[in-house]
């Protein structure tokens, strides 16, 4: 607690205390990396999954860096309102949940991408995603529209 309490005595607590436009700043730029993140990988997960076949995963995949910046964003973004709001965010079970949440969709978010990369000369070409690819592109759908529910959910505890 006390580390929490410290974080928000820092200059970057104080920045968003004191500059009227930086939280709703901040928030607006979460969304959009929610945007960016979320919506770009759960198309690509619907794909693997075979929804729109005439869309190409290889065309699908070359999207994979606007979900990494969207991720990006929104660790910049939730960092700095956590810091903001430390005592309060990190004493908050839904956050510690859509943190380990979060932690998990990363990690699966990254055997995908080691995938992708081994398979590019096969199924990413021929559109027939593996079973393992499935399975990974079901989880993802799961763990991420989990991280959003526990996201909005943290404001009701
Ligand atoms: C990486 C993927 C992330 C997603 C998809 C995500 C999603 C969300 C969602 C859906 C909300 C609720 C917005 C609302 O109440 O209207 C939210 C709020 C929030 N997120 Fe994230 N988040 C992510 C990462 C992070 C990280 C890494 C942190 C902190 C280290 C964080 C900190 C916060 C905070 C503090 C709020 C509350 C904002 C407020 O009440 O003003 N988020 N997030």
Redesign the pocket.
């Given at each position: 607690m006390a580390f929490l309490q410290w974080l928000e005595t820092t200059a970057i607590a104080d920045a968003v205390r004191t500059i009227p436009w930086l939280?709703p700043a901040l928030?607006s730029a979460?969304?959009i990396?929610?945007a960016c993140?979320?919506g770009g990988i759960m198309l690509i997960d619907l794909r693997l999954l075979g929804v729109a076949k005439k869309l190409p995963i290889a065309t699908m995949v070359t999207l994979l860096p606007w979900v990494w910046a969207?991720?990006l964003i929104?660790?910049v973004?939730?960092?700095t309102?956590?810091i903001y709001?430390a005592t309060g965010?990190g004493t908050n079970p839904p956050?510690q949940l859509?943190?380990a949440l979060?932690a998990l969709a990363g990690i699966n978010a990254f055997l995908f991408e080691i995938a992708a990369r081994r398979g590019r000369n096969s199924w990413v070409i021929d559109g027939q995603a593996p079973a393992m690819v499935k399975g990974v592109a079901t989880l993802s759908l799961i763990l991420?529209m989990s991280?959003?529910a526990t996201?909005?959910w943290?404001?009701y505890v």
């Open positions: 939280y928030e979460h969304y990396g929610i993140l979320v969207g991720f929104n660790l973004t939730g960092g309102i956590f709001g965010f956050f859509k943190m979060i991420w991280v959003v996201g909005r943290m404001a």
